[in-house]
């Protein structure tokens, strides 16, 4: 019988989800949600994008170059041009493409990231109804709205940190709380806005911690996929911060690029529209088709070998 | 004991019937007549229509994503929004004790803390819906309803356990 009642009650509950009324009375609460005051955080919005760039960032030289300096590496780029009009590049920055990788390349790893990547954790849940084995043991630290700028605060009660089996705590300490040996981060749509410059300074800041804690583990920066409109950050924002943040960190140890970006954007570097989730909100946020393409190219995009 | 029953299904029908779907596509029209309810959450979801945009979660993601520990609870149901960035959520719990009950509440409280921080300042309208919703708890059951339709479920919740 009370078998049957939380059936019913579920029923009732979730059935809610489709309602649209606006019907928003106070509820008499036990706990309540707080409602803080702090400072504001920079959402990226539906704003059109702004004539000009109010962010111009200098971006390495080397960018520019048809050539690189080899890094050693045959799994990293040695050279590559930046497309300026087309806002991408013509080979992808990091990782060039491997032979597909079985899903247990990614047993013992996390997946750190904002609401994109929160999408992803999504969809890796419901691919692992049917296929146990999706994206291996995969485990995702994720929040809307994260930062490395976040990242890099005091964990409070009023801090942005996701949870780890419902924990609230840094990147460093859930990497170290994993156990994992991977660490895929994808952070920046919240933070370009405020600086590319910071916004790299305070991923390689994100990097040293985890490295500090978790020396053995491998990290994984990929690269922030764009937009189709908007601004803070634009398209050209985000293209020029990850830019700037492939030629920060690849030449740090046990740290490697994954340019997911390279694969959605389209021919004028915003993000694909067949990819996108919100279309006529934010345009930034994936659908499935948009987590497939992601995780496709993670599999045909791994580490082959350790470049020490 | 037959009559609540009755009467939760029929709110089921009845709410399923005048819901008129959210931009997110979260379903079609709920079938006119009384749906079975089974006991796979899968299936009532699918039977509303909603398979596309609620995920309904395993004993072993609830377990992780919540923190709570799988000794503390007799049952447990979730589901959560696939998108990622829409604030609906469904957490009940039944659970061994009222200790466990404890814990559970204390976890939930801050499962619903943290979604309105992430919301905060980032998207008005869902830190909105959070704002007013709250973590319901009568002896050994506790219940996390997030949706605009907070209100009337957890009253038919507190109906429906006593």
New interface residues.
């Given amino acids: 019988?009370?078998?049957?009642?939380?059936?019913?009650?579920?029923?009732?509950?979730?059935?809610?989800?489709?309602?649209?009324?606006?019907?928003?009375?106070?509820?008499?609460?036990?706990?309540?949600?707080?409602?803080?005051t702090?400072e504001?955080?920079q959402?990226p919005t539906e704003v059109p994008e702004p004539e000009g760039d109010p962010q111009e960032t200098e971006v390495p030289s080397q960018a520019e170059n048809t050539g690189l300096a080899e890094s050693g590496a045959s799994a990293d780029a040695s050279a590559y041009k930046v497309l300026v009009d087309k806002l991408t590049t013509d080979i992808p920055l990091g990782l060039q493409e491997s032979e597909r990788v079985d899903f247990s390349y990614f047993n013992d790893s996390l997946f750190v990231g904002d609401?994109?990547s929160?999408?992803l954790?999504?969809?890796v849940?419901?691919q692992r109804r049917t296929d146990p084995g999706f994206m291996g043991t995969a485990?995702f630290f994720?929040?809307?709205?994260?930062s490395c700028r976040n990242a890099l605060k005091q964990v409070t009660?009023?801090?942005?940190h996701p949870?780890y089996?419902?924990?609230?705590m840094t990147i460093e300490d859930a990497v170290a709380a994993s156990g994992s040996k991977k660490v895929f981060i994808m952070l920046g749509m919240n933070d370009a806005a405020f600086g590319i410059d910071k916004a790299v300074d305070n991923m390689v800041t994100v990097i040293e911690r985890i490295r500090d804690k978790n020396p053995e583990t491998t990290i994984f920066i990929q690269s922030a996929t764009p937009r189709i409109r908007g601004s803070q950050p634009t398209t050209k924002e985000l293209f020029k911060y990850d830019l700037l943040l492939y030629e920060t960190v690849k030449d740090m140890d046990h740290v490697y690029f994954v340019d997911v970006a390279h694969a959605m954007r389209d021919e004028d570097g915003n993000l694909r529209e067949m990819l996108c989730?919100?279309l006529t909100t934010?345009t930034l946020?994936l659908n499935d088709k948009g987590c497939q393409v992601w995780v496709e190219w993670l599999v045909r995009h791994a580490l082959t070998e350790d470049r020490g | 004991?037959k009559k609540i029953?009755f009467l939760?299904?029929c709110?089921?029908v009845i709410?399923?019937a005048?819901?008129?779907?959210?931009?997110k596509g979260?379903?079609t029209q709920?079938p006119a007549a009384s749906?079975k309810?089974?006991?796979d959450?899968d299936a009532?979801?699918t039977s509303?229509?909603?398979e596309e945009?609620?995920?309904v979660?395993t004993r072993e993601?609830i377990?992780?994503?919540?923190?709570?520990e799988d000794a503390d609870l007799k049952?447990a149901?979730a589901?959560?929004?696939?998108?990622?960035?829409q604030c609906?959520e469904?957490v009940?719990v039944?659970a061994v004790s009222e200790q466990a009950a404890d814990r559970v509440?204390e976890?939930?409280?801050?499962?619903?803390?943290?979604?309105?921080?992430?919301?905060?300042?980032?998207?008005p309208e869902q830190y909105?819906?959070?704002?007013?919703?709250?973590?319901?708890?009568d002896g050994f059951y506790t219940a996390l309803?997030v949706?605009?339709?907070?209100?009337?479920?957890?009253k038919?919740?507190k109906e429906?356990?006593g």
């Fill in positions: 019988m009370k078998k049957i009642f939380f059936c019913v009650l579920c029923a009732v509950l979730i059935c809610a989800s489709c309602s649209c009324g606006s019907d928003t009375k106070t509820v008499p609460s036990v706990t309540e949600a707080p409602i803080v702090e504001p955080a959402a609401s994109v929160g999408k954790a999504t969809y849940m419901k485990q994720v929040a809307d709205s994260f009660d009023t801090s942005k949870t089996k419902g924990k609230k989730s919100d934010m946020h | 004991m029953l939760l299904l709110a089921a709410l399923a005048c819901s008129c779907g959210s931009d979260a379903g709920a749906p309810v089974p006991a959450m009532v979801l509303f229509g909603l945009t609620m995920l979660l993601e377990l992780f994503i919540y923190g709570f049952q149901s589901a959560i929004h696939e998108s990622g960035i609906d469904f009940l039944e509440e976890l939930l409280g801050l499962r619903l803390k943290q979604k309105a921080n992430e919301m905060r300042d980032y998207l909105d819906i959070i704002t007013k919703c709250s973590v319901y708890r309803i949706s605009p339709q907070a209100e009337s479920f957890t038919l919740f429906a356990i």
